[in-house]
C-alpha cells in the first residue's frame, strides 16, 4: 500500500491555487469534467511527493463550512520562518505562529487547516514569531 493524496473541496479554486502556490505547490495535473460538473485539479511539493487533490465543484452556491473538522494537512518546510514571513507578505494571517521554531498553523481560503512544521531541529526562537499571539482557530 502506498500514500497518494488528500483531497480537499474548494469553493474558489483561483483563490485555493493562489494559497497553496505560496506554499510552494505547483498543479502537476488537472481533469475538468463537464458531465460531472466539476475539475480536480492535483498538486505537490515536487517529483515524488505525495499529491493534494483540490476538488472544485462548479454549482456550489456557497463556501463549505466545517473546515476545522476536516483536521489539517501537515507539511515539512525547510524555513518556518521565511515561509510564515512569505504568507504574511501575501496576506494570510498566521493563525498559529511558529513561536517555538517548529509548527505553525495557517488556514486555505476554503478553512482547511495547514500545519508547517521545520523540517529537522526547531530553529532558534526568533522575534516576531516568539512573543506573536494565536489568533482564531485552527
Known amino acids: ?8 473541496r474548494v469553493y474558489d479554486l483561483d483563490a485555493a491555487l493562489h494559497f497553496f502556490s505560496l506554499l510552494g505547490l505547483h498543479e502537476v495535473r488537472r481533469k475538468d469534467s463537464e458531465r460531472g460538473r466539476f475539475t480536480l ?3 505537490n511539493a515536487g517529483p515524488g511527493e505525495p499529491h ?6 462548479w454549482d456550489e452556491e456557497a463556501p463549505y463550512s466545517g473546515g476545522r473538522n476536516f483536521g489539517h494537512v501537515a507539511y515539512e518546510v ?5 515561509l510564515c514571513q512569505h ?11 511558529p513561536r517555538d521554531g517548529r509548527m505553525a498553523f495557517v488556514r486555505s481560503p476554503d478553512q482547511i487547516s495547514v500545519e508547517l512544521l521545520q523540517k529537522g531541529e526547531a530553529l532558534e526562537i526568533q522575534e516576531p514569531w516568539a512573543s506573536m499571539a494565536s489568533t482564531g482557530e485552527w
Open 78 to 82: 525547510d524555513d518556518i520562518y521565511g
Open 1 to 8: 500500500m502506498r500514500y497518494l493524496h488528500t483531497m480537499i
Open 52 to 57: 493534494l487533490e483540490l476538488t472544485h465543484n
Open 41 to 43: 485539479v492535483f498538486l
Open 87 to 97: 504568507l504574511s507578505d501575501n496576506g494570510v494571517t498566521i493563525l498559529r505562529p
